[in-house]
């Protein structure tokens, strides 16, 4: 008679002779812009950094993950999310209304504000005293926007006639400031201090604005973004940040770029 050798005698056998069965971990694909200081982008020596991929790995070390970066450029992340290019989103992306009708997200990781920046001698008076923008004072004024960003939203909603450049990269927003080919940019607050305002570049520049926080155009905060019908994975990673907070994780991510906790 054939004898079977079974999956589980196959275990008993190599659990004898001192082998053991591996596991492969979970690996999760994480997009990014890779170029979005101090939250996410590459130090000097190529090594990804910041405080998206400070959360990114704490929720990784949790859940069991392994973690695999893939760069992406801003104006296409959403899409790529959809296309399956990579399994969640941790890049500084706002939770708002028009994004939750494509894709799912966390519970916010931290809070999500624009503020516009200029030059200091320019003397704009843009907003009124009870922070509302007025909308006469902005006429002859470049403002310069990321496409596809909350700000840039936000402009069309609120500033339909203003004078807006768009531009596929952060880096390009600022340098257009500096080149005086736009009078004001709108930008994360915490991002502006911290890579413009507090260099010598920023000097005679700063925020020329009360700090915007309207949540039907920013949302409710940053959160993980993940294609729907991912809910146990979602589970998951919200029970990750409930620990990062409780812990006090997410305040220590945040003191290493910012002179505050930003959640």
Request: net charge neutral; with cysteine; charged share 20%.
């Amino acid at each position: 008679m054939k004898k079977t050798f079974s999956c589980a005698s196959a275990v008993l056998a190599l659990s004898f002779v001192g082998v053991a069965p591996t596991v492969s971990a979970e690996t999760l694909r994480v997009g990014m812009e890779c170029t979005y200081a101090p939250f996410n982008y590459r130090t000097q020596s190529g090594e990804l950094a910041g405080y998206d991929v400070d959360v990114a790995k704490g929720i990784a070390e949790i859940i069991g993950a392994d973690l695999d970066f893939v760069c992406q450029k801003w104006p296409g992340m959403v899409p790529a999310l959809l296309a399956n290019k990579f399994d969640l989103v941790i890049a500084s992306m706002s939770i708002t209304d028009s994004r939750l009708k494509k894709m799912d997200f966390s519970t916010p990781y931290r809070i999500s504000v624009g503020r516009l920046v200029g030059r200091t001698d320019n003397n704009f008076n843009l907003f009124d005293d009870a922070g509302a923008p007025i909308p006469e004072n902005f006429k002859g004024v470049k403002v310069g926007l990321e496409k596809g960003s909350t700000y840039a939203t936000w402009f069309k909603a609120k500033l339909p006639g203003a004078d807006i450049k768009y531009y596929e990269s952060t880096e390009a927003v600022y340098l257009d400031l500096i080149n005086g080919r736009t009078d004001v940019i709108m930008t994360n607050p915490m991002k502006a201090h911290l890579k413009f305002l507090s260099k010598d570049e920023g000097a005679t520049y700063s925020f020329v604005s009360p700090q915007i926080d309207e949540k039907e155009y920013f949302g409710i905060g940053v959160g993980v973004g993940l294609r729907k019908g991912n809910d146990p994975l979602k589970i998951r990673i919200n029970a990750a940040l409930e620990t990062l907070i409780s812990d006090g994780s997410l305040g220590k991510y945040a003191l290493k770029y910012f002179p505050f906790t930003i959640h």
